[in-house]
């Protein structure tokens, strides 16, 4: 089982609408989590961080976690088509130290 | 905000020859560098830990004769990709970490082997 999993996608929302990921991860130790935004041939930049069960919200995104269901999810609101991109999910496992464990993506598309 | 310079932006080689990857923390000190790979649509996989000062961690599966890190300074990692083939041909990516949130990731290395 890999310690962080996501849907591949695509996930195909109208211009808009809410695009909701999701993300579980398998390590009950696990204390951060990262969502990451990565567009084709560029490297991730950081969207949200959250350590805290329940939401945190910046901008039109919304991160959601629940320690108890080990899921981590994103909230895109009113998506744009600048948002197509592919969403990628990390925890820092406590046995992984400082590393990063990366799921392997959710590719979102936003048409207009 | 942290930023990491990572250059080349993207390689060309022939294969055999060997390709020296920079990544550059501009405003902080580096102390660890994450190097990750990216094969087109995977995700990122880490290939080697690399702290200022001592030998790098390479991940299982990682050959660490062919992939060389160095990281001689605090703001300062190389990975070299020696003797390069076409199936190194891969996106290269640093990533150094800022504070207890915070990854900063370089811009990426195009490469690819001919």
């Known amino acids: 089982q890999k310690e962080v999993e996501q849907n591949s996608g695509p996930l195909s929302v109208p211009e808009g609408a809410i695009a909701s990921l999701n993300c579980t991860y398998s390590?009950?130790?696990?204390?951060?989590f990262f969502w990451y935004r990565q567009y084709s041939g560029k490297s991730p930049e950081l969207i949200m961080f959250?350590?805290?069960?329940g939401d945190k919200e910046d901008g039109r995104f919304t991160a959601q976690l629940n320690k108890a269901s080990q899921y981590v999810s994103l909230l895109i609101r009113d998506s744009q088509p600048s948002d197509s991109a592919t969403y990628l999910c990390?925890?820092?496992?406590?046995?992984?130290?400082?590393?990063?464990?990366f799921g392997g993506g959710t590719r979102v598309l936003v048409k207009p | 905000g942290a930023v990491v310079s990572q250059h080349p932006s993207w390689v060309i080689c022939k294969s055999g020859t060997s390709v020296k990857i920079e990544c550059r923390s501009l405003?902080?000190?580096?102390?660890?560098m994450f190097w990750y790979r990216q094969f087109p649509k995977q995700s990122l996989m880490l290939m080697a830990t690399?702290?200022?000062?001592?030998?790098?961690?390479?991940e299982q599966g990682v050959e660490k004769d062919k992939f060389l890190i160095n990281h001689a300074s605090l703001t300062l990692s190389t990975l070299t990709v020696t003797s390069a083939h076409p199936e190194d041909s891969s996106f290269y990516i640093c990533?150094?970490?800022?504070?207890?949130?915070?990854?900063?990731f370089g811009s990426g290395t195009r490469l690819t082997v001919v």
């Open positions: 690399s702290n200022e000062g001592s030998k790098a961690t390479y």
């Open positions: 390590d009950r130790g696990s204390q951060s």
């Open positions: 959250i350590y805290s069960n």
């Open positions: 990533s150094a970490k800022t504070g207890p949130t915070g990854y900063t």
């Open positions: 990390a925890s820092n496992p406590p046995a992984a130290g400082n590393k990063l464990t």
């Open positions: 405003d902080f000190q580096a102390t660890t």
